[in-house]
């Protein structure tokens, strides 16, 4: 092992030389030419050849004679400029060749199947068909090799290739098609994270303090253990999501569960080594007294912490762009992808173009609320027909608030049934002049319970839109699923509203223990249209997430300045846990209270501990709810499955609160105890 | 008559005193008690004392890791907690605490960014430097890989890549070989040549005996003596006459005039041996003449050679540096004097000394002048420092894991 390294010390020395470089660089351009060179000398032919075949071949009429237009009747042939095209296919397929009037239909597609014999079998055909593709290639292959000798990773380089060649050899030993893409995709993730790594180093290679401790912590991050573990988790990981893919399921379902699993994977990864990398590089620095050193050059402490940070969010940049970057290039493989020849498949087509690769917008509808006189009259009308109540001389505030807050919830309920046997209620939708004008088609999403929600039966409900009978869609659904139906832009009236009525076909039985009304929850029945595209909406999701995990590592750092290591980690995942189930917990907390203190029974102390423990536990939640819920509603990931738009004002929203004004106080938290901490403890020798 | 010029104050301490405390504030431990002192520029100044006598706690006050509990602190005449004033230091700890995962050439090439210096100066500088402590072959292997040896090494270098106007070495030679140390005296010597001024602390006597103009000791945190080298250590009673080996006829005839003529008898006569120092100096030097491999640092080179120009800059800048004090310097209280009082009211010198020094039944040195002296001429006899360095652990192989 030790020769190895020896080897490799030595390899990489010679590798930093001029001399090295110069000739490594040469060689490189060499190898372009001969490779690129065929290539697009080929590529440049056979475009000259076509273009000069469609050029010839159109108007070529058979009824007029035209010399080629017989010949390709006769033998399928062509000859131009010396040169002989034969496919004698053609001579036998008159009919797919020439119009009624006896002119050659498609000169384009005629000159490509005649030109089929001219392509070698060295390179592949989709390349040579487009001569600017390989002319791009070229210039980003040399520019890319190039990078890797002059930031002399060409050992690096060499060894990934080698390695993964060797890989690659071995699956398709084994015949495991998966195995070969999952172990190229892994070589080609590690070189990129080296190279990206090489770069920022170079960005960073600059007398700058800031730049200079970053510089340390991006080393530290391709180094140490900790940081590498993670990493190596990911690059490993991300080509062999793939295989997990079940082929047989829609193509939809295969996009979704891929970005849920790629984005949702990377980030909560790459979260997790942020928390050990940016508590471990301030901890381990003040335990192993390294900051002693640093401390006593001109560095002022809020640059140290500046620099720190800085490092940590370069590498999750590196991580996120390059898991950004596969699985995007993943996901459009994907969308090529062909579906089944069925409606259920051009559905599904459907589905991953308008539903799922797209960004939406959602609207509810508008629901009728009470008025305060109302609300008033039904609070005081519930107190008479409430015994204990009405025999009150006067009902307390904090009793009369919560009878408030039930009515009011549940007459929102009410609003979100439907009455069976044919009942009906109509439900409006207003704002979608945006849609109209765009004819983006529209997507009714809802999610129905009936009865005791059996997920083994179904229901039938009728949608009628803009109260025409003809206007009318059947659907059949499962209680709790999740549906979708599709509504064609121009049903949207002229003032941007669309009603749907939604009818309870269901018909209880007469023994039936519950009323058979059809509900949903609030944000279980909305109108989804197309403002965006999915290219853009993949682009700010994966900011906002580096924006999260920015705010993630100055709050590890700000941890590690007071705790050690193990209590900053601690500390540290226990907030980002508390902050992602912020949202959930607000929810919860909506039916979490504590009974009133007018209504509590003091004399019972078992009651009086339930009641303070309930208060404290509430209390704690209420305060996490506060301070962390935000950063849980950010949900990138949740977004681009679903579809829905992530929009500018809310990545701003999110870049303003968490990135900087959070990341500012925990910045801020952290100077002040570095700015007054001793760093030298005691150490009890003099 | 013009007056001469007062030396510059490097460092300043009046009634210095670090006490540090527990969770419930209770006193620990009172690590300084009430210290005064002064750093004059160009002078290598020595902390001496036991382990817990102090020294490590005064060095990191001066460069802002500890913060003092009473007292005053000047470092170029500002608080040392002012950065401005780090640009001129270098520092190197008791261990040298570097990082593992780089080598020794990114460990000079960070902490020289960090100075703010150019590519072109961090890359001569670090090439001189490892030169200088014999890591050149080495500049490639992480840290990590050292043998503690080695860290003290690259720990001297990155001290010294700023060319510091003022260095703190905290043990310097702990861990060195003889030739380690050697050299590290050797620089202490050029530095000074260049108007450098140096805090040095040990407790290997020899070290600071064989460079340091002016000294102080301390014990339990309190200074017990100070002075220079010369004034501590003279020893007024004795005559010693170095000549080639003599017959023991002439030895008697000498000691006959001595009787006639003063009255007093030899007291002993011996015939002095090769020093350890010398004998380990030349075995290396042989072997190294054959090429033997070794996988650790080689003899270094000569001292830098940024470190041995002229010096340019920094004064200028130090002085505008400390022109720009707003608040008027107290003047300092006299420091020996003050040491002198404190040593007669709560412990005899002599004591004390003998207790630093382990030799009870010698008389003690006498106290200390008030000024600072000139620097004494390069040492000749070291041969302590050789005995120190081989009788402490020797560790090569120490490594310590994160």
């Not at chain 1, 490779?35 to 590529?43: A, C, D, R």
């Not at chain 1, 009978?469 to 003032?495: F, G, K, M, W």
């Not at chain 2, 001595?258 to 120092?277: C, D, F, H, S, T």
Request: net charge negative; charged share 25%.
């Amino acid at each position: 092992m030790s020769t190895l390294r020896e080897l490799y010390r030595r390899l990489d020395l010679l590798q930093r030389t001029l001399p090295f470089r110069v000739a490594v660089s040469v060689l490189a351009l060499a190898l372009c030419g001969v490779v690129f060179g065929s290539l697009i000398t080929t590529s440049d032919s056979l475009h000259a050849q076509r273009s000069a075949l469609v050029e010839a071949l159109t108007g070529q009429n058979l009824n007029e004679r035209d010399d080629h237009a017989v010949t390709l009747s006769e033998s399928g042939t062509v000859v131009l400029d010396g040169r002989t095209y034969r496919e004698p296919r053609l001579a036998d397929r008159p009919d797919l060749i020439f119009d009624d009037s006896g002119e050659i239909a498609l000169p384009q597609r005629v000159a490509e199947t005649l030109l089929r014999d001219q392509y070698p079998d060295w390179a592949p055909r989709w390349l040579l068909e487009q001569p600017g593709t390989v002319w791009m290639l070229a210039a980003v292959a040399t520019m890319w090799l190039q990078l890797i000798v002059w930031m002399s990773i060409t050992i690096p380089f060499l060894a990934t290739v080698l390695g993964t060649a060797a890989a690659v050899g071995l699956a398709a030993l084994t015949g495991s098609e998966q195995a070969m893409w999952a172990f190229g995709g892994i070589g080609l993730l590690t070189f990129t994270f080296v190279l990206l790594i090489r770069a920022m180093l170079i960005l960073y290679h600059r007398p700058n303090q800031i730049l200079a401790v970053a510089h340390t912590v991006l080393k530290e991050a391709s180094r140490t253990m900790i940081p590498l573990v993670f990493i190596v988790l990911i690059l490993i990981i991300l080509p062999l999501l793939p295989i997990g893919l079940d082929p047989e399921s829609p193509l939809r379902f295969r996009i979704q569960t891929f970005i849920s699993r790629s984005l949702g994977f990377t980030f909560y990864l790459a979260a997790s080594m942020t928390l050990f990398l940016s508590c471990a590089t301030v901890a381990f620095e003040i335990r192993d007294r390294q900051i002693w050193q640093l401390m006593t050059k001109p560095v002022n402490r809020f640059s140290y912490l500046l620099g720190k940070w800085l490092g940590v969010v370069t590498v999750n940049l590196i991580i996120l762009v390059i898991a950004a970057v596969s699985s995007f290039t993943f996901i459009q493989y994907l969308r090529e992808q062909p579906v089944a020849a069925t409606m259920a498949g051009q559905e599904d087509a459907q589905q991953v173009r308008d539903a799922v690769l797209t960004a939406r917008v959602g609207t509810s509808p508008s629901y009728d609320t009470l008025d305060e006189t109302q609300l008033r009259a039904r609070v005081d009308e519930l107190i008479e027909r409430t015994p204990e109540l009405a025999t009150m001389e006067e009902v307390p505030l904090l009793q009369r608030r919560e009878l408030r807050r039930r009515i009011e919830l549940a007459y929102a309920a009410s609003q979100r049934t439907v009455p069976p046997r044919g009942g009906a209620r109509e439900y409006v939708f207003e704002g979608l002049s945006e849609a109209r004008e765009l004819q983006s088609t529209l997507t009714l999403r809802y999610r129905f319970h009936i009865m005791r929600d059996d997920e083994h039966k179904t229901f039938d409900a009728l949608f009628v839109f803009n109260r025409d009978p003809n206007l009318a869609v059947s659907r059949s659904y499962v209680p709790t699923v999740t549906h979708t139906l599709s509504i064609p832009a121009n049903l949207i009236q002229e003032d941007g509203t669309l009603s749907v009525t939604v009818v309870n076909l269901f018909e209880p039985p007469p023994d039936a223990r519950t009323a058979g009304g059809l509900n949903f929850e609030a944000d279980d029945f909305e109108l989804l249209y197309k403002v965006g595209s999915f290219e853009a909406n993949f682009f700010r999701a994966v900011f906002v997430d580096w924006v999260k995990l920015s705010f993630l590592a100055m709050l590890g750092i700000c941890c590690a300045t007071f705790l050690n290591f193990p209590v900053a980690c601690l500390t540290s995942f226990t907030i980002f846990i508390a902050g992602t189930i912020g949202p959930f917990l607000a929810d919860s907390l909506q039916e979490y209270y504590p009974p009133a203190m007018e209504a509590m029974d003091w004399g019972n102390v078992a009651l009086v501990i339930q009641w303070a423990f309930q208060t404290v536990i509430r209390f704690i939640a209420q305060g996490i709810v506060f301070l962390l819920q935000s950063f849980g509603e950010y949900r990138p990931t949740q977004s681009l499955i679903e579809g829905r738009l992530i929009e500018w004002s809310a990545v701003a929203g999110g870049l303003i609160k968490v990135g900087l004004v959070w990341s500012g106080l925990a910045m801020i938290v952290g100077y002040l105890v570095i700015r007054r901490r001793q760093l030298a403890i005691y150490s009890g020798h003099g | 008559m013009v007056s001469p010029q007062p030396p510059r104050v490097i460092v300043e301490a009046v009634g210095l005193t670090k006490i540090f405390k527990d969770f419930w504030m209770r006193t620990k431990a009172r690590a300084v008690d009430n210290v005064d002192f002064q750093i004059y520029a160009n002078e290598i100044f020595g902390l001496l004392g036991p382990n817990g006598s102090g020294k490590s706690t005064i060095i990191k006050m001066i460069l802002g890791l500890l913060h003092k509990t009473r007292g005053r602190l000047t470092v170029f005449g500002r608080p040392p907690a002012d950065v401005a004033v780090k640009k001129y230091i270098g520092f190197l700890p008791e261990e040298s605490y570097l990082y593992r995962f780089l080598s020794a050439r990114e460990t000079l090439e960070y902490y020289g960014k960090l100075f703010g210096l150019d590519g072109r100066t961090r890359r001569r500088r670090s090439d001189e430097l490892l030169e200088m402590v014999g890591l050149t072959q080495v500049a490639h292997r992480p840290i990590g890989e050292f043998s503690k040896g080695m860290t003290r090494r690259i720990g001297l270098a990155q001290a010294l890549i700023n060319d510091p106007d003022f260095l703190i070495l905290d043990e310097p030679t702990a861990g060195l070989d003889p030739i380690g140390t050697r050299q590290v005296k050797d620089v202490l010597l050029e530095l000074r040549r260049r108007g450098k001024t140096i805090l040095l602390s040990s407790h290997l006597l020899a070290d600071v005996e064989d460079v340091c103009d002016r000294m102080v000791m301390l014990y339990g945190g309190r200074i017990r003596a100070q002075g220079t080298a010369e004034d501590l250590l003279a020893d007024t009673d004795h005559t010693v006459i170095h000549t080639p080996r003599l017959s023991a006829e002439t030895i008697s005839r000498i000691e006959a005039l001595i009787e006639a003529e003063e009255g007093k008898a030899i007291e002993r006569v011996q015939a002095p041996r090769q020093r350890l120092e010398q004998l380990f100096l030349d075995i290396v030097e042989t072997a190294r003449k054959e090429q033997v491999a070794t996988s650790g640092a080689v003899h270094g080179g000569e001292t830098a050679a940024f470190l041995r120009a002229e010096p340019s800059e920094g004064e200028a800048l130090i002085e505008s540096l400390m022109d720009e004090e707003e608040e008027p310097r107290p003047r300092a209280v006299p420091v020996e004097r003050a040491g002198r009082k404190e040593a007669e009211a709560e412990a005899p010198t002599d004591e004390v000394l003998s207790d630093l020094m382990g030799e009870d039944d010698e008389e003690a040195p006498s106290a200390a002048s008030a000024e600072p002296a000139a620097p004494p001429d390069t040492p000749e006899d070291v041969d302590r420092s050789v005995i120190d360095s081989l009788l402490s652990e020797e560790d090569e192989d120490e490594r310590t894991e994160r």
